[in-house]
């Protein structure tokens, strides 16, 4: 047999050819290559060109074995001499060097992190390479096997190999390499994670806003204004104080967690910020190249790579992680992916020189040496009801009635997200038409809630009175005072005056545009049989409302607070104590209302701040309320009507909400009908002479 032989042109890159070499040789892997009687893989030694008269099955006879090894070994050896000090690499392979050099200079790596990064590269690339690491394995290999292999083929330390190829290592936490979830080779422990494609970082060039683009996405304008974030006018101005003297001095360490139910406008008013600073804002995306949704721990190293990069580049920017419970939530077994990366998430947190704003909506599960490493940590209110309307009415112009717009508006469960795209969707609809159809606009609404888990929102009311201020007669500017409770959300009132003049109805309102919970309790809720019961429900009720920033309406207070001296009982002065000293210790927003003012102790009015008389309606009222309200039950009215309605004294809202509940089930058929029956109302009211003639 012939010793004349020549290996084969080969079309691996000069880097494959040195790490496969040295391999074989350098670190003995070659006799893994030849086996008993053939060669252990034919496409690896096609790939190195080995002549094909060698390729055929060897036997003992002659010593052929030994003869072909020994050739095996002395035309590897003569190619690694050959290409050993060649430092150039070919023309293919120049823009991949580039951009390795790239990342090493942008992530600063060490030479051992640009040297793995080098081989996972050409892993991904060349699977020739991948088979070489595979000559010597006899089973599945464990990190422990991999780094053995690799500490060999790049010749480094392997304990220094151990901390560059851990989860938590630089060339792991930027996302650039990622562990499989099954490794049964050396590829598996160090696979290409790039967020470019690899034949892209193969053969064009990267920069940062390239892998900028990869790891963010610029955050869309904001649909909100900042008229809409009023109700948190205060924690908007203490942002923008901390946040624009600390971006220009560039402090690192910027964090705020906002929270709160999805909807409430998290996203809209962190963009509002960035706006009002005047940076760019980003939006983590949630998407990879490949438009597949990523998890957690992928954002999280994309969220560390764009600080990098942001950094490098010196621009001025806030990033918002939106929905961050994928990252510090984990299972009842299960640590969760910041707990997993503990000690680098609050590196992130104490040194990131962009500032973040997370988002969440819901905070219970996050562990708190997280929590304390937010500057700020503020709860998003739902918007205000009025806010609600506003921005309604902004989409909807005069299409919708504004019975409609309010009965939208008090759902809690409709955010600001859902009112932007229910009402665009309705107004497509309604593109052909003057007005949107209310009930098809709950049907939309009611679909999605109850997808999402929600109570349904019941058909508005027609025959309700639409409430307004200004079909209230009050002895004080009610305007300007209830302007003012829905600023300071502090008050104690008193409302008094004849049943049905809205006493009740304005602390529901009042509840509406404050934005308050509302506990609303009668006599009959306090009011306990056994001795020191109703002292104990009296001081649970107000406790309850301070805890949970409720606006406490008490209906019938005169049933507490009479006069002390007609007391018979020691248990009456007792509640009538009780309930003036939860009074005159509550520092939240308080509304108690009676129809018998004269018969309450004297010690009560000191502890009200004021004393509000609602009264009948007046002329003016009554015409106006009327109008409203015949519209909205369908009632047409005519001058005549009007001179009668005119006619009628101590007219109230209640009246008018009593003869509508009256038209669901017997309808009235005239406008005359409908004024008659109010003035029945009001015949029965004891203030009504006997004498006095309605004029019909």
Same mark, same amino acid.
């Given at each position: 047999?012939?010793?004349?032989?020549?290996?084969?042109?080969?079309?691996?890159?000069?880097?494959?050819?040195?790490?496969?070499?040295?391999?074989?040789?350098?670190?003995?892997?070659?006799?893994?290559?030849?086996?008993?009687?053939?060669?252990?893989?034919?496409?690896?030694?096609?790939?190195?060109?080995?002549?094909?008269?060698?390729?055929?099955?060897?036997?003992?006879?002659?010593?052929?074995?030994?003869?072909?090894?020994?050739?095996?070994?002395?035309?590897?050896?003569?190619?690694?001499?050959?290409?050993?000090?060649?430092?150039?690499?070919?023309?293919?392979?120049?823009?991949?060097?580039?951009?390795?050099?790239?990342?090493?200079?942008?992530?600063?790596?060490?030479?051992?992190?640009?040297?793995?990064?080098?081989?996972?590269?050409?892993?991904?690339?060349?699977?020739?390479?991948?088979?070489?690491?595979?000559?010597?394995?006899?089973?599945?290999?464990?990190?422990?096997?991999?780094?053995?292999?690799?500490?060999?083929?790049?010749?480094?330390?392997?304990?220094?190999?151990?901390?560059?190829?851990?989860?938590?290592?630089?060339?792991?936490?930027?996302?650039?390499?990622?562990?499989?979830?099954?490794?049964?080779?050396?590829?598996?422990?160090?696979?290409?994670?790039?967020?470019?494609?690899?034949?892209?970082?193969?053969?064009?060039?990267?920069?940062?806003?390239?892998?900028?683009?990869?790891?963010?996405?610029?955050?869309?304008?904001?649909?909100?204004?900042?008229?809409?974030?009023? %109700?948190?006018?205060?924690?908007? =101005?203490? /942002?923008?104080?901390? *946040? &624009? +003297?600390? @971006?220009?001095?560039?402090?690192?360490?910027?964090?705020?967690?906002?929270?709160?139910?999805?909807?409430?406008?998290?996203?809209?008013?962190?963009?509002?910020?960035?706006?009002?600073?005047?940076?760019?804002?980003?939006?983590?995306?949630?998407?990879?190249?490949?438009?597949?949704?990523?998890?957690?721990?992928?954002?999280?190293?994309?969220?560390?790579?764009?600080?990098?990069?942001?950094?490098?580049?010196?621009?001025?920017?806030?990033?918002?992680?939106?929905?961050?419970?994928?990252?510090?939530?984990?299972?009842?077994?299960?640590?969760?992916?910041?707990?997993? %990366?503990?000690?680098?998430?609050? =590196?992130? /947190?104490?040194?990131? *020189? &962009? +500032?973040? @704003?997370?988002?969440?909506?819901?905070?219970?599960?996050?562990?708190?040496?997280?929590?304390?490493?937010?500057?700020?940590?503020?709860?998003?209110?739902?918007?205000?009801?009025?806010?609600?309307?506003?921005?309604?009415?902004?989409?909807?112009?005069?299409?919708?009635?504004?019975?409609?717009?309010?009965?939208?508006?008090?759902?809690?469960?409709?955010?600001?997200?859902?009112?932007?795209?229910?009402?665009?969707?309705?107004?497509?609809?309604?593109?052909?038409?003057?007005?949107?159809?209310?009930?098809?606009?709950?049907?939309?609404?009611?679909?999605?809630?109850?997808?999402?888990?929600?109570?349904?929102?019941?058909?508005?009311?027609?025959?309700?009175?639409?409430?307004?201020?200004?079909?209230?007669?009050?002895?004080?500017?009610?305007?300007?005072?209830?302007?003012?409770?829905?600023?300071?959300?502090?008050?104690?009132?008193?409302?008094?005056?004849?049943?049905?003049?809205?006493?009740?109805?304005?602390?529901?309102?009042?509840?509406?545009?404050?934005?308050?919970?509302?506990?609303?309790?009668?006599?009959?809720?306090?009011?306990?049989?056994?001795?020191?019961?109703?002292?104990?429900?009296?001081?649970?009720?107000?406790?309850?409302?301070?805890?949970?920033?409720?606006?406490?309406?008490l209906d019938e207070v005169d049933s507490f607070l009479f006069d002390r001296n007609g007391a018979d009982r020691s248990w009456e002065r007792s509640m009538v104590n009780e309930m003036l000293t939860q009074i005159e210790k509550f520092d939240g927003l308080l509304v108690v209302s009676t129809n018998l003012m004269d018969s309450l102790d004297p010690a009560v009015l000191r502890r009200f701040d004021l004393k509000l008389k609602f009264d009948y309606l007046t002329q003016t009222q009554i015409c106006e309320l009327a109008k409203c309200q015949a519209e909205n039950l369908g009632i047409a009215l005519n001058e005549q009507d009007f001179m009668r309605l005119a006619e009628i004294d101590y007219l109230t809202a209640g009246d008018f909400a009593a003869v509508a509940r009256r038209h669901q089930f017997s309808p009235f058929k005239k406008g005359e009908d409908w004024v008659m029956?109010?003035?029945?109302?009001?015949?029965?009211?004891?203030?009504?002479?006997?004498?006095?003639?309605?004029?019909?």
């Open positions: 047999m012939t010793t004349q032989h020549q290996l084969q042109p080969t079309s691996l890159s000069l880097y494959s050819q040195k790490m496969i070499l040295h391999y074989l040789l350098d670190c003995n892997a070659w006799r893994f290559f030849i086996e008993k009687n053939s060669w252990a893989d034919s496409d690896l030694a096609r790939a190195l060109g080995m002549p094909e008269e060698l390729n055929i099955e060897f036997s003992d006879e002659n010593n052929e074995k030994q003869v072909k090894e020994s050739i095996f070994k002395q035309l590897l050896t003569q190619r690694y001499q050959q290409i050993r000090q060649q430092q150039d690499s070919e023309e293919q392979w120049k823009m991949l060097d580039k951009n390795i050099v790239f990342l090493t200079d942008l992530l600063n790596l060490s030479d051992v992190e640009q040297a793995v990064l080098h081989l996972a590269t050409h892993l991904e690339l060349e699977n020739e390479l991948v088979l070489a690491m595979n000559l010597s394995r006899h089973r599945d290999l464990n990190l422990n096997d991999c780094l053995d292999i690799m500490s060999k083929v790049l010749n480094v330390n392997k304990q220094v190999l151990k901390n560059v190829v851990k989860k938590k290592a630089k060339l792991f936490s930027y996302g650039i390499l990622e562990r499989a979830h099954y490794c049964n080779e050396v590829k598996d422990f160090i696979r290409w994670e790039g967020l470019v494609d690899i034949h892209e970082f193969t053969y064009f060039e990267i920069d940062c806003n390239l892998l900028l683009s990869r790891c963010l996405q610029e955050s869309a304008k904001p649909k909100l204004t900042f008229a809409q974030f009023e %109700h948190i006018s205060e924690f908007k =101005q203490q /942002l923008l104080d901390y *946040l &624009t +003297p600390n @971006i220009i001095n560039k402090q690192r360490g910027m964090n705020i967690l906002i929270h709160g139910k999805a909807g409430v406008g998290k996203t809209e008013f962190a963009s509002l910020l960035a706006q009002q600073l005047g940076v760019t804002c980003y939006t983590l995306s949630p998407e990879d190249r490949d438009g597949d949704i990523i998890d957690g721990e992928q954002r999280l190293n994309n969220c560390r790579l764009a600080q990098r990069l942001l950094e490098t580049a010196e621009q001025q920017a806030m990033i918002i992680f939106d929905e961050v419970e994928d990252v510090f939530y984990g299972g009842f077994f299960e640590k969760s992916v910041a707990q997993s %990366h503990k000690a680098w998430v609050n =590196q992130l /947190l104490e040194n990131n *020189l &962009t +500032p973040m @704003i997370w988002l969440s909506n819901n905070i219970q599960g996050i562990d708190p040496a997280f929590l304390r490493r937010f500057d700020f940590i503020f709860e998003m209110p739902d918007l205000p009801i009025k806010n609600k309307e506003k921005l309604i009415l902004a989409k909807v112009g005069n299409k919708l009635s504004p019975a409609y717009i309010h009965h939208f508006a008090v759902q809690d469960a409709i955010s600001p997200a859902l009112i932007d795209k229910g009402f665009t969707i309705m107004n497509q609809l309604a593109e052909q038409q003057e007005k949107i159809d209310g009930n098809m606009a709950i049907n939309w609404f009611n679909q999605t809630l109850q997808a999402q888990g929600y109570k349904k929102i019941e058909p508005l009311n027609q025959s309700a009175v639409y409430y307004s201020l200004d079909f209230i007669a009050c002895s004080d500017n009610i305007y300007q005072i209830s302007q003012g409770l829905q600023q300071h959300k502090r008050g104690r009132i008193c409302c008094y005056g004849p049943a049905g003049t809205g006493k009740t109805a304005w602390a529901k309102w009042l509840s509406e545009q404050a934005n308050l919970p509302l506990l609303q309790l009668n006599g009959s809720d306090l009011l306990d049989p056994y001795v020191g019961g109703t002292e104990q429900k009296i001081a649970r009720a107000f406790n309850k409302a301070k805890e949970n920033n409720m606006l406490l309406v029956a109010l003035a029945k109302e009001c015949e029965l009211k004891p203030v009504v002479k006997n004498d006095r003639r309605m004029g019909f």
